[in-house]
Structures are given as C-alpha cells and as structure tokens.
C-alpha cells in the first residue's frame, strides 16, 4: 500500500484503515522497565528483508545508539518458525524469507530513561517514543504504520497520543493507533498512564494537554496560558496545520528541555517551573518556542531536514531559521501574548539574548552557518569548553533575528517586518510542502515580501565572526544598548548563570561546582582573569587570599573582599599537584536594552510597529 511522502495528516485519515506493519506493544515488564514489542510484516517482497532503527532523533543533531536498549530479538515466520537473519550493521538486520512468509519480530526495549526524548516506562506509566525503539522496514517508510497498544497487564487508563486512532469507539484491552507511514509514525510520542489531561478548541481544532510526572499542577492556569499562546500563533500564522494537537508537559526533578513533533510537542521542566512568575516565564517561553516549531522546521524547513536519512547525521547550515528564529519570536511572542511588560521583555532581550552572546568567546571563532553545519559534534556534544569554541545557533540565530526584523522595518519605512517573510513561507509551504527552502529562496522571500535589500548584512551575519552591530540597529528604532562595568548589586556573577542572590560584581570568568566540600572548576572563559591566571577545568579551587574554601558562596565572598582593583591569591590543586596563582579581579559587566530617553516621534512609531503583532 504504497503512497506519497507527506507529514500532513489528519485522524480521519486512518478511520478503518489497514496496515501491513503494525507493532503490538506491552507492558508485563513494565517493573523491570522494558517495553515489549512485536513488530509484524506482512506482504513481503523478495527474499530478504532488511529491518533498520534510526540513529538520531528529528529534532535532536546527534547520532545515538538507541538500539543498545532493544534485546531477546526472535524473529519467526507467520508459523512461528524461526527465520535465519544476522546484524550487517549495529543498527541494521537482514532475516531470510525464501518463502516470502509474513514475518514476526518480537523483542524487548528496555526504557528507563525520563525526557524528551527518551522512552520510559514503569509501574506507573509508560512514554514512548517511537524513533528510539520501532524499527522500520528499508523500502516501505512510506506505508501506513499501525500501532496496538496492549494493555492487558497494566491498570492504565488513559492513552495520549497524536498517532490516530483506527475506530471512531475503541474498547477493551488493545487499542489500535495509525499514521499514513514511518516518517509521523515516529514523529508521534505516546504517553499511556493514569496523567491528567484537559482540552481546549482553537479555531475548530482540538488542543490536548497531558501533564506527565506526579507533580500537582493548577489544570486551569495552565490551560488558559497555553490557549493565549496558541490563539497569538493563529494570529501570526493566519491558521493552524493540524485537526488535533497534543501538549505533553513532563514535570520532574532534573528535566528540561523541549522537542517539537508536526502534531505535538514534548517540553521538559522542574517542579519549581511554578514557583514564581520570572520561572514560570521561562516555562511558558519554553512551551511557545516548541509550538512555533509546528510551523518554523517541521513544516517550514531547510532542504536538508526532510524527507530525513534516519541512517546519518542530516547536515544543514540553516539551524539559524530552525532555532534561531524560533528563539527570537518565542520571546516576541510571549510578550504579545501578555506574559511580558514592554521593559521585561527589553531586559529578556538584554539578559538571556544579548548578554548571554556577548559571554560567549567563541562568537569570534565560529560563523552562525558552521555552527549549525556542525551541531552534531559542536552542540550536541556538551564540552565544558563549548563557550570557547563556538556561538550556539539558538542564541546568536535568535539575535540575527532581532537585527534583521529591525533592519527591515527600518529600510521599509515601517511598512514590514521580518514576520511577513515568515507567513510567506508559510503560503509556500503550502502549495507545495514536498521540499524545504534553500538560503537563498529564503532571501529572495525576504526580499520580495519585504520590498527590501538585505543580502549583504545577511552575508555579513551569518557567515562572519565579528561583533554584531547592535548600537548602530537598535538606533534605528530608538533603543540604546549598554554593555558597562556593574556597579550595582546583581543576582548573578561570573559567568552569568544564575545562583542564589548576592551582591556580585566581581567577573571571575569561571563557573565551578561543589562537590562533598571541594570547589571543581567546571569551565573558564578564554582570556577572562580565571583563564589567565591558568586556572583549568576540572581544577579544584582550594584557598583564597589564605582561607579554605568549601562552598561557591565562600569562593564568591572571599573574591568579593579584594574589591574589583585588587588581586587574589589563590591556592588550587591540579592533576593530584598543588599550585598558586594570582586572579586580577575586574568588574563585572551589565547588559542593559532600554528605550532611549531621546527617542524621535518616527523611532517611536517603528518601535511600536516592531512589538505590536
Ligand atoms: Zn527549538
């Protein structure tokens, strides 16, 4: 039943449909944390089949093992009668099928691993996602897959899923869910448990949450906040891509993270996501980022990223659009949405955006477009020294964003803006969604819906390493970028990650970690005073200025005594050796994006055009 490529689907669409591949999945070792699943193949061709597991995760620039966790593989004909196969590659199986027989996989997956992306299952739910542990037949990606999902020993009730369902009524233990092939397939998380869920209707589609985690969550906040977020993107986009979408929202200790799927997405957050306002923000930012990219990558994508090589790193130098992009506007957004004031979200911009690049040394080591060309070494590979080495594509794409919506509305005399370039992707996406966009179609689509020029700072930006021009834009619409010593107490210190309040000024250039009553330094910033006083990573600090340090607050305030002139002395240990060494200590700098006191009637009318959707 072979049909077209597509990732579009609707849960009509596999009302009483067949499938000749189809997965039963259960749970009697759901303690031990295996999932078990039983792959079937029917109407085969040829006398082998090869069966594959994908090594990355859409989404996820990495290659992965995710097949290290499938075990007690047997593989039979429609009888039961062993089959001869063997590995031809650690994620590659070939089984002979002289007589062209219906064939049966069964195996075990074990899922013990919480996250996005990850499967997990216990006694008390299971998550799965499909990428890691279904395998696909080479050659018939593009079949309708079923999925069974068999709940005979288990007392979970509920089932959430964008997978479809095949009857309008299902009943009993084994529930059967479908997608028009492999690729939404695995593109499709399923959480099965007893997790709260609410539903909400946007212009005619169905919006589901599942909360997954044992955490107790306000249903109806959550739901009205993420309703707001869902009608400003029908706003932006003019209309929504889906008949049914599902917001899976895992709350535990030590997740985080998100992952966008075409009718779902996954985020990940602590249980402290709900503590006060400035994390909650943070949440929602989260959340409106991952439903951005129902439209920005998995719809609108580079060329690269679609129809996918499950086999290979999927290489694109356009992760700029991808994430950079959707950084920009989930905060753009969630300020239209209400969630911010007009000076939260300058000081986002100036904190989390700006500030953030501008500690990042490896800014002038690496272009925006190798930095996503090599995310699958670079960023996804999690050095203590990536700060050095590179810019993240989400941080600095996210600031080009910022230059040219600006740069835009500027030479467009307030007429467009960067989102209109955007929604035409969007209507091109549409009439014809088999391909994604080149760099250079993305500029010219820029150009023509803008009516503007702007190859030449794109170049600039997206291939170049030095400084962006941030005072020279921010003009334009009457802002006034500061970068300047601190001299006022501040809740962060060093390397600007946030720990407990205190007055810090002092920029050390390192960020360290306590562990049993040592200080192991975790990174240095090149050419910060940590770096050149030969401070390294995995050093333990001991002493500062003669006293013993045991904890990061007792570092800080012994650093803090000298003042921002002075020099420390300080004894550390590398490698088993002692050693000493002098910190000159300099101040801190703030970052701060204000509206300029001398702002001009024109600049404050493209400043409004800019914020205003
Ligand atoms: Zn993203």
Not at 18 to 36: G, L, M, P, Q, V
Not at 187 to 203: C, K, L, Q, W, Y
Not at 230 to 236: A, K, L, R, S, T
């Amino acid at each position: 039943m072979q049909t077209q490529f597509t990732i579009e689907q609707t849960d009509a669409q596999l009302i009483d449909t067949k499938a000749d591949i189809t997965y039963d999945i259960s749970f009697e070792r759901a303690t031990r944390h295996c999932i078990s699943i039983r792959m079937s193949i029917r109407n085969n061709i040829g006398q082998q089949v090869i069966i594959k597991s994908p090594v990355w995760i859409p989404g996820s620039y990495k290659v992965r093992d995710m097949n290290a966790h499938q075990h007690a593989i047997i593989i039979t004909d429609a009888q039961g009668t062993p089959l001869m196969w063997k590995w031809l590659e650690k994620h590659v199986i070939e089984i002979e099928n002289p007589t062209q027989s219906d064939i049966l996989i069964t195996y075990d997956y074990y899922a013990n691993d919480r996250g996005v992306r990850t499967s997990h299952v216990n006694r008390n739910h299971a998550f799965i996602m499909p990428v890691a542990c279904l395998m696909y037949v080479e050659g018939r990606l593009d079949e309708i897959h079923h999925v069974i999902i068999n709940k005979e020993h288990v007392n979970w009730e509920i089932i959430t899923t964008a997978l479809s369902p095949i009857k309008k009524e299902q009943h009993g233990n084994k529930i059967a869910f479908g997608a028009l092939n492999y690729h939404i397939l695995i593109d499709s998380p399923i959480e099965i448990g007893n997790h709260r869920i609410t539903t909400f209707d946007v212009a005619g589609s169905i919006h589901e949450i599942a909360i997954i985690g044992q955490e107790t969550v306000d249903m109806e906040w959550i739901s009205g906040e993420i309703q707001r977020a869902v009608e400003i993107q029908y706003e932006f986009w003019g209309d929504l891509p889906y008949d049914r979408y599902i917001f899976f929202l895992m709350i535990g200790e030590g997740l985080r993270g998100g992952l966008e799927h075409l009718r779902c997405n996954v985020s990940a957050v602590e249980p402290t996501a709900f503590l006060d306002k400035t994390s909650a923000q943070g949440m929602m930012a989260l959340l409106v980022h991952e439903f951005f990219h129902t439209w920005n990558v998995k719809r609108i994508r580079p060329i690269e990223l679609g129809p996918f090589n499950y086999e290979q790193e999927n290489y694109t130098r356009m992760l700029w659009l991808a994430e950079g992009w959707t950084s920009y506007y989930d905060d753009l957004l969630s300020y239209r949405s209400g969630f911010y004031s007009r000076d939260e979200y300058l000081s986002v911009l100036a904190q989390s955006h700006l500030g953030k690049l501008a500690r990042v040394p490896g800014r002038l080591s690496m272009s925006l477009k190798d930095s996503s060309f090599l995310a699958w070494t670079k960023l996804y590979s999690m050095s203590p020294d990536q700060q050095n080495q590179f810019p993240s594509y989400y941080t600095k794409g996210g600031i080009v964003a910022l230059l040219l919506d600006i740069l835009i509305i500027y030479k467009s005399g307030g007429k467009h803006k960067l989102e209109h370039a955007l929604q035409a992707m969007w209507n091109h996406y549409k009439a014809d969604g088999q391909k994604g966009f080149t760099e250079q179609e993305i500029i010219s689509i820029i150009e023509q819906t803008c009516n503007v020029s702007i190859q030449k700072e794109f170049d600039e930006w997206h291939n170049g390493t030095d400084e962006l021009p941030y005072q020279t834009i921010f003009t334009l619409i009457g802002l006034d970028w500061k970068e300047q010593p601190m001299h006022v107490p501040q809740d962060w210190y060093g390397d600007y990650r946030p720990f407990h309040p205190r007055k810090a000024q002092i920029f050390f250039g390192c960020s360290v970690s306590e562990d049993h009553g040592k200080i192991i330094v975790r990174e240095v910033e090149k050419e910060s005073p940590a770096d050149k006083a030969g401070i390294g990573i995995d050093d333990e600090l001991i002493a500062v200025n003669g006293k013993r340090i045991n904890t990061r607050s007792m570092l800080i305030n012994a650093l803090q005594s000298n003042g921002t002139e002075g020099k420390a002395h300080i004894i550390a240990q590398c490698d088993g050796r002692i050693y000493e060494t002098h910190v000159q200590l300099i101040a801190a700098t703030s970052y701060s994006l204000k509206v300029s006191e001398a702002i001009s009637h024109e600049q404050e009318q493209l400043l409004e055009y800019w914020l205003q959707g």
